[in-house]
């Protein structure tokens, strides 16, 4: 049985989760949440970077991606930092939904899972 790794848990969440050749991210936001929407989308596209360094896999690995938008106003400034993140590499699935996030300041959050 292959084994379950987790990292950077607590008693409520844990950050990264590895099965099987797969990382799990959870959901990334933005550090700031007093920056725009170019701003915190940056921030959570560092985290994700860093969070799948941490589990030794990265961007060109992505399978899929979540995309939690508080305003739909804010796609196109969301999509060109994110496209230009994503610039190089063969571009994962993707899914875009308008939510309210859990703090009423984050403009955005992203869940990914990737190849290792």
Same mark, same amino acid.
């Given at each position: 049985?292959?084994e !379950?790794?987790?990292?950077?848990?607590?008693?409520?969440?844990?950050? !990264?989760?590895?099965?099987?050749?797969?990382?799990? *991210?959870?959901?990334q936001?933005?550090?700031d949440?007093? +920056?725009?929407?170019?701003?915190q989308?940056?921030?959570? +596209?560092?985290?994700?970077?860093?969070?799948? $360094?941490? $589990?030794?896999?990265?961007?060109?690995? *992505? +399978?899929?991606?979540?995309?939690?938008i508080?305003? +739909?106003?804010?796609?196109?400034?969301?999509? $060109?930092?994110?496209?230009?993140? !994503?610039?190089?590499?063969?571009? #994962?699935?993707?899914?875009?939904?308008?939510a309210n *996030?859990?703090n #009423?300041?984050? *403009?955005?959050?992203?869940?990914?899972?990737?190849?290792?």
């Amino acid at each position: 049985m292959t084994e !379950i790794i987790k990292l950077d848990s607590n008693e409520t969440i844990t950050e !990264i989760a590895i099965y099987n050749g797969v990382v799990y *991210l959870a959901g990334q936001v933005p550090d700031d949440d007093s +920056l725009d929407i170019v701003g915190q989308t940056r921030e959570v +596209l560092a985290n994700i970077d860093k969070a799948l $360094a941490k $589990a030794g896999t990265d961007k060109s690995r *992505l +399978l899929t991606a979540q995309v939690f938008i508080k305003n +739909l106003d804010d796609f196109d400034k969301f999509n $060109a930092e994110y496209t230009a993140w !994503i610039a190089g590499n063969v571009p #994962p699935t993707r899914a875009t939904v308008q939510a309210n *996030l859990v703090n #009423p300041n984050w *403009l955005i959050e992203i869940v990914v899972t990737a190849a290792v």
